[in-house]
């Protein structure tokens, strides 16, 4: 994230804020048994989203991870969820009142969670979110693992077409039926395992004249502090979630 | 060398962990482009639990699909499964299990096994019995014909399961046994895997 992006207060708000919004969507949408409510999660996640200027990422997520896989769920419910009340019948086939009912509802929260899930990381950066996991208690190797990872990732993707490209130059067949397509699986991933495997030691090394596993406290280059907006947020939260609470259990 | 979960986590092996993350995706990618009907997304977990056991296994297992997942969340429940195949692959290594290619075979429908019977239950329970993957369409059809979801799941599973976890197996063994004694004698579980 730039540091423009980093004057919107919804980016600005400390990671452990946003990840209790996505924890309070979740919850919630257990607690309130309508699944018009999940459902309305959706455009409540969207709008934060397209405030916090990560609209098109946001919809592009939900509806590739997502919508095939509820709409599917959806289907799966209506057709086979044991049901008295048969609304379509055709041979084995047949659509209950039941089965809509409970894929209405489970698609509901998958859609409630997974949105509120993909919302919390398009506002807030790995980088950030590991940071604040620090200063709750994450060793700082773990927090070096999460982060290397996500560097290391396009590196290897990048390495494996120019293994590609290579094992193709000396006569490696990727085309074709399946036998020879799969005979060239191996001669990609185990050169670039085995190169990959061999940099962790020169790393060790470098890391290590960094005292890297040296036993002191670690200091930060970069550091992100909670603000009254938190504050705010958090109990706004805390107060809607009681609301919930207190509805579902005098109605 | 000292094993355990106290001391598997050397600087080594925590260097491995992102390394054996980023192959679990490049192989799926590679399985992608080469248009394999199998995911083959875990060689970097089981590489990891060969050389460095099953606990920093396990972690390998766990960041795979939190990185999955801040794509996709479908895949944050199978978190479980990822880290008991690593945790599983681990405590099957030490018992040499992929040292000969008749034990390979054994071990990789043990893994099968493994992720069939912790992968399926999220499946039922979470997603009602589909996860948008071609498992789907066997599931439903399994369904159409009488069966209980329940087998239904756990046998669409375990057909995916069986080819995928075989070939992992298969294809870590081969690698493993290409590594230098050298760099296997830097490793906590290395000398598993040393010619000598």
């Known amino acids: 994230m730039s540091q423009a992006a980093k004057t919107n207060y919804i980016l600005n708000l400390y990671p452990t804020t946003k990840l209790l919004f996505t924890l309070f969507i979740a919850l919630s949408v257990f607690i309130v048994p309508t699944y018009w409510y999940a459902y309305a999660m959706l455009p409540v996640c969207l709008i934060i989203a397209i405030a916090a200027g990560q609209g098109k990422e946001f919809i592009t997520l939900v509806r590739n991870g997502l919508l095939i896989l509820l709409v599917f769920i959806f289907l799966m419910q209506a057709f086979f969820y044991p049901g008295a009340q048969i609304l379509w019948q055709a041979g084995i086939l047949k659509i209950t009142q039941e089965g809509?009912?409970?894929?209405?509802?489970?698609?509901?929260?998958?859609?409630?969670?997974?949105?509120?899930?993909?919302?919390?990381?398009?506002?807030?950066?790995?980088?950030?979110?590991?940071?604040?996991l620090e200063k709750l208690g994450l060793p700082p190797k773990g927090a070096y693992v999460v982060l290397a990872t996500l560097q290391i990732i396009p590196e290897m993707k990048k390495q494996t077409s120019v293994i590609m490209d290579a094992q193709k130059t000396r006569g490696v067949e990727t085309e074709g039926t399946m036998m020879v397509r799969a005979k060239a699986f191996l001669p990609t991933i185990s050169p670039l395992i085995l190169s990959s495997l061999a940099s962790t030691e020169e790393r060790a090394i470098t890391l290590e004249s960094r005292a890297f596993s040296a036993p002191v406290k670690k200091t930060h280059l970069y550091e992100i502090y909670k603000t009254k907006h938190d504050t705010v947020v958090r109990i706004g939260m805390l107060v809607a979630l009681l609301i919930l609470i207190a509805g579902r259990i005098l109605l | 060398m000292k094993t355990g979960i106290k001391n598997d986590f050397t600087l080594m092996a925590i260097l491995l962990i992102p390394v054996c993350v980023a192959i679990n995706m490049v192989g799926f990618q590679i399985a992608q482009l080469l248009r394999l009907p199998i995911f083959l997304d875990s060689i970097g977990t089981l590489v990891i639990a060969m050389v460095a056991g099953p606990w920093v296994a396990l972690v390998a297992g766990l960041i795979t699909n939190l990185i999955n997942s801040i794509f996709n969340p479908v895949y944050l429940p199978f978190s479980l499964v990822s880290m008991a195949v690593g945790l599983a692959a681990g405590f099957l290594s030490m018992k040499g299990m992929f040292k000969k290619v008749w034990k390979v075979i054994i071990a990789g429908i043990i893994?099968?096994?493994?992720?069939?019977?912790?992968?399926?239950?999220?499946?039922?329970?979470?997603?009602?019995?589909?996860?948008?993957?071609?498992?789907?369409?066997?599931?439903?059809?399994?369904?159409?014909?009488?069966?209980?979801?329940?087998?239904a799941v756990f046998s669409t599973q375990f057909i995916q399961e069986i080819g995928d976890k075989l070939l992992s197996a298969f294809i870590c063994f081969l690698i493993v046994r290409n590594m230098s004694d050298r760099y296997l004698s830097k490793l906590n579980y290395g000398q598993i895997y040393m010619k000598d």
Request: glycine share 10%.
């Open chain 2, 111 to 151: 893994l099968a096994f493994v992720s069939t019977i912790i992968a399926a239950p999220i499946t039922v329970i979470l997603f009602g019995g589909v996860t948008g993957s071609t498992g789907g369409a066997i599931t439903a059809v399994l369904l159409a014909s009488g069966q209980q979801i329940w087998t």
């Open chain 1, 100 to 132: 809509i009912l409970y894929g209405l509802n489970m698609t509901s929260r998958i859609l409630a969670i997974g949105s509120a899930f993909i919302l919390f990381f398009r506002i807030t950066s790995v980088k950030d979110f590991v940071y604040s």
